[in-house]
């Protein structure tokens, strides 16, 4: 364990992406132990991976039962697991937008419900979820220049869901805060990832830093607010964006 004092069980969603990859390797390093959830294969070694749709909230609940039973009460949750949806929104179809609503906002909410009840019950553990640049700024895209922007950019379904996730980690910030529970959100920018391979170039430009995120700097932001470093930090969106947006 390094001196950062992090949780001793935490419980990764979307863990076999880029960032959900990123945390689980920066965690095993300082001893936790991880269980990593996901539709998807988690090839990474010295994780106990389970397969869980986190929309499925009978499954879920299955799935922490199945964790705190072999692995022990988890006191840290990193809620990654989430869709990407494109386009402008006059052309958005509103069957993409409850899909990504239910992954990204909905998906969120259940593990944050069933895991933070736990939490509460033993008055002990730090909730971090994924929101986005997108939930803050309304868009990168920038149709009043080029509508051509709206089409390679996340859209009006990704963008309002994370702003739900930025909402959410309020409410529950303030209503677990008795039980000492800590709730926050890091708001990344544009990552590296297979979902950012047909980022306009463009909008790129518009990065201050002049570059895109790395999985693994996003990862530090979220090691940092589940640890006991950030022991007096709860209800706090954290930008990772290279001062795209500022607030």
Known sequence: MSDMNHPRVVMVTGASGDIGTAVCQRLLA????IAAV???SVPLAGVQAFSCDVTDRAALQATIEAVETGMGPINGLVNVAGILACGAALDADPSVIERVWR???LGTFNACQLVGRGMVARQQGAI???G???GKNAGNARPWLNPDESVAAAGVAYGTAKAAVHALTGFLAREFAAAGVRVNTVAPGPVVSPMTRQFPEMLRKLIPLGRMAQPDEVAAAIEFLLSEQASFITGETLDVNGALWCD
Do not use: E, P, T
């Open 30 to 33: 300082n001893g936790v132990a």
């Open 103 to 105: 992954v990204n906002f």
């Open 38 to 40: 996901d539709l998807q």
């Open 128 to 130: 971090v979820n994924i």
């Open 132 to 134: 986005s640049v997108v």
